[in-house]
């Protein structure tokens, strides 16, 4: 957003005074059916500008120049230009001249004939303005979101509303004018599009605020994210960004132990100060101040911040955990922090009521929540892999630790993308996604359940829903600098790996972009074993993907799983393996981070060799024979294995198999496979067919 100086803000205020000394200031809003506000049945009351006017008051006079279907360039199929609106717009004379044009310059007709004219047309009408009115205020918008139910979104009109909100910048920077967002405010909320292009009463509301706030400067006063609280853990050894928002100008001060910065608020309400990066810490000090309004934060750390997140095996609790009890009994740490985020509504098999849909449907499923210190209390409720992994942490690096921890039950990996990157990625899992067979049958299900009670609500919502999850979980954490991430899901895309191998890599680029942190690590948990038949190629494909991305990391739980149970118990040595990963890859610890994970697979006569990564000690971590191996020919007819070690290598063979063509290990849902290195770590779930 573009900032303007302390000085020019109180040139606008002493102007704002002078112009109510002398009458009404004059806010002339232009645009096309967004600002008419067509699409609601009284527009008088509830389009942008009516409800504008009443939060400004009094002492300004609101005009609605809109025009449905105008578009901003002059060559293009109805130049805003040539209507009578523009006219009466000019001989309003606005103090004030906000300006949203460009959606309809989206059509077909208009963007891809004419878009070399889009900025020129935009600085001759900000001139027009400007001649109406010299010492006008001009503010200009980015365009309003534009939902993936648009019948030419795919067709062209996602990637031109881009275009056109690029353009847009331009022309605020040229200009030298103030830009404002109207795609932010409504973009997470795509009930409140209901035809794709035309907001509701409540999200003409948004925009109409939107606007007050950048007209007076109120933006409700001193905020920062809900990440912020006593007890909190920063991330030690990166900047330090600390951000919110204040009113248009407001000095801010930042002190964090015996450091102190400042700054100024801008015309977008934002502000951010940046700290060097800090050593380990613990017992800080933070304020926060405005002249209006201070928050205190005490015991503040500074140590290692990791998130961790998924579905309910992520969210199981220490508490119910085997050896968890006694765990949390011992678990006093004043070092050990968890900032750890429940459901208001558990995914469980019931029919919500109608304040839980209406609550969902406006993003509110996480309770509020603050930092807390380890205790058998507070440790019982937590995320058993999380604290495991927090513990190990703890007792190897000797700094402070905190985990963030927002897993939902049952929830699917799109559910967790971001609304944009799924709309330019994979757009089709957007659409009608309670019938969409990208989406796992039993998710599906579960939240026709749950919202089953307002089943004529097309835009009802659900934490399975894409982008949900994102939206209402991971926005409200802001973008603190944080280690990492810890994952453990997709028993909830099980179904197909296929639709999965391309979600998990969007996934990680996405919290990737909005931690900016391009190299972020991002470590997950493959499934454990389980009577489900699509788990062995599941299991697989979550292996493979360790090449999709740049420092990922997996851990192998096949050895923990129970056959009836997707809840298995023993999630200790779940943590303890990720933290392994993290202590060996981002802590510099010489340990093995994982199990053997398969190298290659080579035929000799009719032996096959097979070698891995992680392999020292390769052996049985039960009996005296290594099973789990299966040969096939060409008829893919997989036999048993005879498997005998040859070192850091596997020999096999069968006599049913005299000419091997595939090798696959673990090849079971729930499988007793039983391979393991010298670290007792198990051996990937694998498929490969022969290199000869």
């Not at 309670?434 to 934490?463: C, L, M, T, V």
């Not at 050895?559 to 933290?579: F, N």
Request: glycine content about 8%.
């Amino acid at each position: 957003m573009r900032r303007l100086s302390l000085s020019l803000i109180l040139c606008w205020s002493i102007i704002s005074v002078f112009a109510s000394a002398q009458g009404k200031i004059k806010v002339v809003c232009i645009g096309d059916s967004i600002t008419y506000g067509a699409a609601i049945e009284d527009r008088e009351n509830y389009s942008y500008p009516s409800q504008l006017q009443v939060l400004l008051g009094d002492g300004y006079e609101v005009g609605n120049f809109g025009k449905n279907g105008a578009t901003l360039i002059k060559r293009s199929f109805r130049p805003y230009f040539d209507q009578k609106e523009f006219q009466e717009a000019m001989d309003f004379a606005g103090d004030i001249c906000v300006i949203h044009l460009g959606v309809n310059d989206t059509d077909p007709r208009s963007w891809p004939n004419y878009r070399d004219d889009f900025v020129g047309d935009y600085l001759a009408l900000i001139d027009s303005c400007k001649k109406a009115n010299p010492k006008a205020r001009i503010m200009i918008a980015l365009l309003s979101p534009l939902a993936d139910r648009h019948h030419r979104f795919m067709s062209g009109t996602k990637q031109w509303h881009e275009d056109i909100q690029k353009a847009i910048k331009v022309v605020a920077e040229t200009a030298g004018c103030e830009l404002i967002d109207f795609h932010t405010p409504l973009y997470p909320y795509p009930w409140h599009i209901p035809d794709a292009i035309h907001p509701d009463e409540v999200g003409y509301g948004m925009l109409a605020k939107t606007v007050y706030s950048a007209v007076t400067g109120d933006y409700g006063g001193l905020a920062v994210s809900e990440l912020f609280s006593d007890n909190m853990v920063l991330q030690r050894r990166k900047p330090l960004t600390i951000s919110g928002t204040a009113n248009s100008g407001d000095k801010v001060t930042v002190k964090l132990g015996k450091k102190s910065l400042k700054t100024l608020t801008g015309t977008d309400g934002k502000w951010s100060v940046e700290f060097p990066p800090m050593e380990a810490a613990s017992g800080l000090k933070m304020t926060i101040s405005t002249k209006d309004k201070t928050f205190e934060y005490s015991n503040v750390a500074v140590g290692e911040v990791w998130l961790c997140s998924g579905q309910s095996n992520m969210r199981f609790r220490l508490s119910e955990a085997m050896g968890g009890s006694a765990a949390a009994a011992s678990s006093d740490d004043p070092d050990l922090r968890f900032f750890d985020q429940d459901r208001y509504w558990p995914t469980n098999d019931v029919t919500w009521p109608e304040s839980a849909i209406d609550s969902v449907k406006n993003l509110i499923y996480l309770r509020p929540t603050t930092w807390k210190v380890a205790s058998p209390e507070t440790s019982s409720r937590m995320s058993a892999v999380g604290y495991w992994f927090a513990k190990s942490l703890r007792d190897s690096l000797k700094v402070p630790v905190g985990i963030i921890h927002n897993a939902v039950g049952g929830a699917t990996a799109e559910s967790w993308i971001d609304r944009n990157t799924l709309e330019w990625k994979f757009p089709v899992i957007l659409r009608d996604w309670i019938h969409n067979d990208f989406i796992q049958g039993w998710a599906r299900e579960r939240a026709a359940k749950n919202i089953s009670y307002k089943q004529g609500d097309k835009f009802a919502r659900h934490p399975y829903e894409p982008c949900y999850l994102f939206e209402s979980a991971i926005l409200p954490l802001g973008h603190p600098a944080i280690a990492g991430v810890l994952w453990y899901q997709g028993e909830s895309n099980a179904h197909n790996f296929e639709a999965h191998e391309y979600l998990f890599p969007l996934l990680v680029d996405s919290w990737r972009g909005w931690f900016a942190d391009p190299d972020m690590p991002f470590y997950y948990v493959q499934l454990s074993s389980l009577n489900r038949p699509s788990w062995p190629w599941f299991r697989d494909s979550q292996r493979r993907l360790l090449e999709s991305r740049p420092n990922l990391g997996m851990v192998v739980t096949s050895d923990l799983g129970d056959p009836s149970d997707v809840h298995y118990k023993d999630k200790k040595p779940v943590g303890e393996r990720l933290a392994r990963l993290a202590l060996n890859k981002d802590y510099g610890f010489d340990l093995a981070p994982s199990g053997p994970l398969f190298k290659s697979a080579v035929r000799s006569g009719k032996e096959v060799v097979v070698e891995f990564e992680y392999s020292e000690g390769l052996k049985a971590s039960s009996g005296t024979e290594v099973v789990g191996f299966e040969l096939a020919g060409k008829d893919m007819l997989y036999h048993k294995a005879t498997c005998h070690l040859d070192g850091d290598r596997v020999v096999l063979s069968s006599p049913e198999v005299k000419n091997p063509v595939y090798v696959r290990y673990a090849w079971e849902p729930y499988t007793r496979a039983n391979l393991v290195n010298s670290a007792g770590l198990p051996a990937s779930t694998f498929l490969c067919t022969l290199l000869f």
